[in-house]
């Protein structure tokens, strides 16, 4: 396994990463505009879920693949991408939902939640496992931090990428929950929730975009 040194540097160089305005943090700022803390921390998890997958991939070498074949690395970004521009149409198309729940659930109407939670947590493991930055970046970080001596070197790579996930499940749930928070002041005025929708919406389908154009 690394050595104290090598995970000392690893998780700070992870921890730098993280913070950095990407795809995951966009995604989970969207979705607690769109739908809510519950749905956000749930998409949250779901993200780490996939991005896991992607380490394991790396680990057992599919992830050098990707990075190697132009073709495999356009497809996985076009269905990512694809994705994520689709969830951001979705929330568009249907911004006021948020509303009428909230006008229902004050007249005692009641009213269904925005997702189930296993369709949030889909939602979310689908944009980790398609996003082909996350990939291409641990193909050429993670090795870094491995140490040939003591080897197993995929299973130190699956160590690494378990660390990568938790710490991006922690820091992208407080910018959720900060996210909500806003949400909640808007909508002590009920009609601007379907601006606060229309605003996640556009932000994921900028998102989706921002993937499909940028350079390998």
Same mark, same amino acid.
């Given at each position: /396994?690394?050595?104290?040194?090598?995970?000392?540097?690893?998780? %700070?160089?992870?921890?730098?990463?993280? @913070?950095?305005?990407?795809?995951?943090?966009? #995604?989970?700022?969207?979705?607690?505009?769109?739908?809510?803390? =519950?749905?956000?921390?749930?998409?949250?998890?779901?993200?780490?879920?996939?991005?896991?997958?992607?380490?394991?991939?790396?680990?057992? &070498?599919?992830?050098?693949?990707?990075?190697?074949?132009?073709?495999?690395?356009?497809?996985?970004?076009?269905?990512?991408?694809?994705?994520?521009?689709?969830?951001?149409?979705?929330?568009?198309?249907?911004?006021?939902?948020?509303? =009428?729940?909230?006008?229902?659930?004050? $007249?005692?109407?009641?009213?269904?939640?925005?997702?189930?939670?296993?369709?949030?947590?889909?939602?979310?493991?689908?944009? &980790?496992?398609?996003?082909?930055?996350? +990939?291409?970046?641990?193909?050429?970080?993670?090795? @870094? #931090? $491995?140490?040939?001596?003591?080897?197993? $070197?995929?299973? @130190?790579?699956?160590? +690494?990428?378990?660390?990568?996930?938790? /710490?991006?499940?922690?820091?992208?749930?407080?910018?959720?929950?900060?996210?909500? =928070?806003?949400?909640?002041? #808007?909508?002590?005025?009920?009609?601007? %929730?379907?601006? +606060?929708?229309?605003?996640?919406?556009? /932000? /994921?389908?900028?998102?989706?975009?921002?993937?499909?154009?940028?350079?390998?």
């Amino acid at each position: /396994m690394p050595d104290l040194h090598q995970w000392g540097a690893f998780l %700070l160089a992870s921890l730098l990463f993280i @913070q950095l305005p990407g795809p995951s943090l966009l #995604f989970t700022i969207g979705r607690a505009l769109t739908v809510g803390r =519950r749905d956000a921390l749930l998409s949250v998890v779901g993200n780490g879920a996939g991005v896991f997958v992607q380490v394991v991939l790396v680990a057992v &070498g599919l992830g050098a693949v990707v990075a190697a074949s132009a073709t495999a690395y356009t497809v996985v970004k076009l269905v990512g991408a694809a994705y994520v521009v689709y969830l951001g149409i979705q929330a568009v198309r249907h911004r006021a939902d948020a509303r =009428r729940a909230l006008e229902d659930a004050t $007249t005692g109407a009641g009213a269904a939640p925005v997702g189930s939670p296993l369709s949030a947590l889909r939602i979310g493991a689908l944009v &980790g496992v398609t996003n082909p930055k996350t +990939l291409v970046f641990f193909v050429a970080f993670l090795p @870094q #931090f $491995t140490n040939p001596s003591a080897g197993g $070197t995929g299973l @130190q790579v699956a160590a +690494l990428g378990l660390a990568f996930a938790a /710490m991006a499940v922690v820091s992208d749930s407080v910018w959720a929950l900060a996210a909500s =928070r806003a949400r909640a002041w #808007f909508a002590r005025r009920p009609t601007r %929730l379907d601006r +606060l929708g229309a605003t996640g919406g556009v /932000m /994921m389908v900028g998102l989706g975009a921002s993937i499909l154009v940028a350079d390998r």
